[in-house]
């Protein structure tokens, strides 16, 4: 910033010219005093807030990061000194949360270390948050070699780089670094209480505004659940907090899911096959239009360890959290992390026809998608284990059969996102659909399927795509 007097001024002007100089410099000099500083506490600087949604175990955040460095018990139990009960160090219950907090840190610096609330528990062989005792998810961005081999003295911390590269590392809690404390924020009402609905033989009935979908005591084969329409509701949204059920072998390469299934009938706003795999992290709006009832179906062959937890809220027609007519996800945060279905385990499935959408934000007026960083973040067309047709990044008319469309921009497919896209046409949306079928077979069975001349479209694993809102 320039700083300047009104003694220098004095010296190189006069009469009117200098009456206007001093008016310029005096407002200028108010409008700086006025802006609002960032809150402080003892120690700490608050640096942004995040609502989350019912996907985490409470609404909505402050995050404040250290003005000094302690080892990670020290900055554990200043959180709770300087903030109360309500406090701790930081965990990050999802990838939206994650990609939010990257970017409240930009404006502080690049190669700093922060301790996060994340502990390695050797008892059970897993990393925990200790703000919730929730596991962490299986998507967490460790850095190369790391968790390696933890054991109970060992924390993760944040090594940030950049909104775009921060990795998560293991480290000793004796030693000293940065911190960022989380503060809940106290809601002005009690939250409905969640009713935790189990599978049993026959359909189970969800008839609570808030509820948890989840495994039984006893193994059933198909676990159905009936949500049956609220009075005054429009449609429901479904957080995956947790799910794994199995693919078929041969899901890589066919993209279909032919073992264990989860199906969803009764919604009228999107278009897409049996799901399988892992769903951890997502989330859904199913619209009820004229249905009475959403069935959720999970259907499984055997039983080898599946789990979910699905939380499914209720939401009426004239609230203000209702996702727009026609969106599956709907993203309310200035940036955030869209994932195809069955991302976290690489695998593409087929038969998917659903819009993404993104709420604008106050101020904003452009959008730009990117790819999430890593090699194969982004291939949903083509062949990816040999040089045959399809490979590379395509766009327009060449998207025949698996696409993503950004709205009021073209079609991207193939196996790699081209570097930003961006543009202002509102809504914000993007319109995601993966064709019935990933392997073309010759016509005459006698051929030999040969990806290096003929058109095959296997081995995709999807895409990871970072959105962020501008307001320029």
């Given at each position: ?92 219950e ?38 919730n ?10 850095g ?70 989840v ?6 084969q ?54 399988c ?32 937890d ?21 993203f ?42 890593g ?57 995601v ?40």
């Amino acid at each position: 910033m320039t700083h300047c007097s009104l003694e220098g001024l004095s010296k190189t002007m006069s009469g009117k010219t200098l009456l206007l100089a001093i008016l310029v410099f005096l407002a200028a000099s108010f409008s700086q005093n006025d802006a609002a500083p960032k809150k402080k506490e003892p120690g700490m600087t608050y640096i942004g807030h995040f609502s989350g949604g019912n996907a985490r175990s409470f609404q909505a955040s402050d995050y404040y990061v250290s003005d000094n460095a302690a080892t990670w018990t020290i900055a554990n139990n200043n959180c709770k000194a300087i903030f109360g009960d309500i406090a701790s160090l930081v965990s990050l219950e999802s990838e939206d949360e994650k990609n939010s907090l990257n970017a409240m840190l930009e404006d502080y610096g690049a190669g700093i270390t922060y301790w996060t609330s994340g502990i390695y528990d050797p008892s059970g062989a897993v990393w925990r948050w200790t703000s919730n005792n929730a596991p962490i998810g299986n998507w967490a961005p460790w850095g190369t070699g790391y968790p390696g081999s933890p054991t109970s003295v060992s924390r993760l911390a944040i090594l940030y780089l950049n909104q775009f590269s921060a990795n998560w590392v293991s480290i000793y809690n004796t030693q000293k670094n940065s911190f960022i404390c989380e503060v809940q924020s106290t809601p002005t009402t009690a939250p409905p209480p969640t009713v935790t609905y189990q599978c049993s033989t026959g359909a189970t009935v969800v008839t609570n505004n808030l509820a948890r979908l989840v495994p039984g005591t006893e193994f059933h084969q198909l676990c159905r659940y009936v949500v049956p329409k609220q009075s005054g509701a429009c449609q429901i949204r479904l957080d995956f907090s947790r799910f794994q059920i199995a693919e078929d072998t041969d899901t890589p390469v066919t993209g279909s899911c032919d073992a264990d299934t989860f199906t969803i009938s009764g919604n009228t706003n999107a278009r897409f096959g049996p799901l399988c795999g892992n769903l951890d992290g997502q989330h859904m709006y199913l619209d009820y239009g004229t249905s009475e009832n959403i069935n959720l179906d999970i259907f499984m062959v055997a039983f080898i360890g599946q789990t979910w937890d699905i939380g499914v809220t209720q939401i009426k027609c004239d609230s203000t959290d209702k996702a727009p007519s026609g969106c599956l996800q709907y993203f309310t945060e200035q940036r955030g992390t869209v994932k195809s279905f069955n991302f976290n385990l690489g695998h593409q499935l087929n038969n998917q026809d659903y819009s993404v959408c993104v709420k604008t934000n106050p101020s904003m007026k452009r959008i730009e998608w990117r790819s999430c960083g890593g090699d194969k973040d982004f291939s949903i067309s083509g062949e990816t284990e040999t040089s045959g047709p399809d490979v590379g990044g395509q766009s327009g008319d060449s998207c025949t059969r698996d696409w993503v469309m950004i709205y009021g921009d073209t079609k991207y497919c193939g196996t790699w996102f081209p570097g930003v896209v961006t543009t202002s046409t509102q809504p914000f949306t993007m319109n995601v659909h993966f064709d019935e079928v990933e392997v073309r077979f010759p016509s005459d069975p006698s051929i030999p399927v040969d990806c290096t001349i003929q058109s095959c479209d296997l081995f995709n694993p999807g895409f990871c795509l970072i959105y962020s809102q501008t307001p320029n």
